[in-house]
């Protein structure tokens, strides 16, 4: 398997700028990411070392409705934005949609992608997607511009984030989900975890260094209530930070309220910015004090 992290999470903003304001507010260092030509969408991009945060918001109407390319993206942005899709780097991507056909699953053709950015330079990738059989908020991503290129040159965020630690994705049946999502990955079934911060049954698809998790609440909190405010989707993205401290003290500073602290399954202090001041997006930190 080719599958080696979670390349990226994508979150829908209404606004490009507001939403750029919100994530500085919650101590990420967001750059202008640029616009995606004959797609109608821009965006703007967080680095962690390895991965990162986009925020991607409709630029123009017109032109992102000749090709609908991020599908549920408008509905979305009208219930005011929130996670739209968790993207998953591969190194072979030709070769994984061939085992995933393989596999019986829906997958179309390896196409290529780009965006310039502001100061005109053009990044490029390759990027596959899951047909309308396999429905999930995944895509498969193989990046052509070098990481080295891409990341800024000093890039690090105030709250001392450095990496994803998992994404989540609300799901209305665990066991259902867990089979669709082995058969895509083409992973062995996880066992099953008890989420003691987001009062949720987990099964945790390990990619890397980052966790894809399925979640269904087994109580009332944050999956419980995203999965009743939007129905089955991503909601909550967890980052490791090198001070949960440091962290704390960025976000009180700019006018966040001080986030509920939670004690995770793996015994570490965990804390949750509600979705109200993220974009619609349960935004985790966890690390040392």
């Not at 690090?156 to 665990?174: F, K, M």
Request: with cysteine.
């Amino acid at each position: 398997m080719s599958f080696t992290r979670i390349d990226h999470v994508m979150i829908a903003v209404p606004e490009l700028d507001r939403g750029v304001d919100t994530y500085a507010r919650l101590g990420f260092s967001v750059q202008p990411g640029g616009e995606h030509p004959g797609v109608g969408t821009h965006n703007a991009i967080a680095f962690n070392e390895e991965d990162y945060l986009e925020l991607i918001a409709i630029r123009d109407r017109d032109e992102y409705a000749r090709t609908n390319r991020l599908r549920g993206l408008v509905e979305l942005l009208e219930r005011g934005g929130g996670l739209c899709y968790l993207i998953v780097q591969s190194d072979d991507l030709a070769a994984d949609v061939a085992a995933m056909r393989g596999r019986g699953v829906d997958v179309g053709n390896v196409a290529e992608g780009n965006r310039r950015t502001p100061s005109g330079r053009e990044r490029r990738w390759k990027v596959a997607r899951l047909g309308p059989r396999n429905p999930l908020p995944v895509f498969f991503i193989q990046h052509i511009t070098p990481l080295a290129e891409r990341r800024p040159s000093g890039a690090g965020h105030p709250n001392g984030v450095y990496r994803t630690e998992r994404a989540y994705i609300a799901v209305s049946d665990l066991a259902a989900a867990v089979d669709a999502y082995s058969r895509v990955l083409g992973m062995a079934k996880p066992p099953l975890e008890r989420g003691t911060v987001i009062m949720a049954e987990m099964a945790v698809f390990q990619l890397g260094a980052s966790g894809l998790t399925l979640a269904h609440p087994y109580a009332p909190g944050a999956c419980a209530d995203a999965l009743s405010r939007r129905g089955p989707g991503p909601f909550q993205v967890l980052y490791r930070t090198k001070s949960m401290d440091a962290a704390a003290r960025w976000l009180s500073g700019h006018g966040v309220p001080p986030p509920a602290r939670g004690t995770r399954n793996t015994g570490e202090q965990a804390m949750l910015v509600p979705p109200e001041h993220a974009c619609g997006v349960y935004i985790g930190f966890v690390g040392p004090p």
